[in-house]
């Protein structure tokens, strides 16, 4: 049986309010100290995938030797390339791309980026990876991945707008069918 646990990266050391989904952003200062809070709140796990982005991959490093297992990169776990919107105040963006990609959440691209379908199916197929090994698994990814998730395993749109807290750790039910899947 697999059980899937999804952390969402400490962090990064980035000014509040902007755009970064694909920017590689290092961790914050705090990397160490919450690295070892999220371990203790942890347990044991036989393996580490991660986003290689920095401020995932940095964060699974250091889970990985602290636990004693396996760390693999897996770019699905990348968060959302938000395209010309990357480092950009969030305010800056414009108001009439934000309503277009609010008007059609899944499929807009009025960043030129990522869609959220495509977001969505990546996202799935790294489920569908770590849904077929054996015991326990923690992906360290982002918010966006980790909503892609939820919305994955519940056929929920609320997914989308739940909050996913730097550190929070999310668990998936692998036994259970994806929706639409």
Known sequence: MALILLLRHTRPAAADGRCYGRTDLAPGPDLAAAARAIARRLGPVDRIVSSPLLRCRRLASLLARRLRVPLRLDPDW???????????????????????????????????????????????????????????????????????????????????????????????????PLAGA
């Not at 305010?91 to 309503?99: F, I, M, S, T």
């Not at 990522?114 to 799935?124: F, I, K, P």
């Open 78 to 176: 990348r968060e959302l390339d938000f395209g010309a919107w990357e480092g950009l105040p969030w305010e800056a963006v414009p108001r009439a791309e934000l309503d277009a990609w609010a008007a059609d959440l899944l499929h807009a691209r009025p960043h030129r980026g990522e869609s959220v379908a495509m977001l969505l199916a990546r996202t799935r197929r790294a489920l569908g990876r770590l849904r077929a090994t054996r015991g326990r698994t923690l992906a360290v990814t982002h918010a966006g991945p980790i909503r892609a998730a939820l919305f994955a395993a519940s056929g929920r749109a609320e997914a989308w707008q739940r909050p996913v807290a730097f550190g929070e750790i999310v668990r998936i039910d692998a036994a259970r």
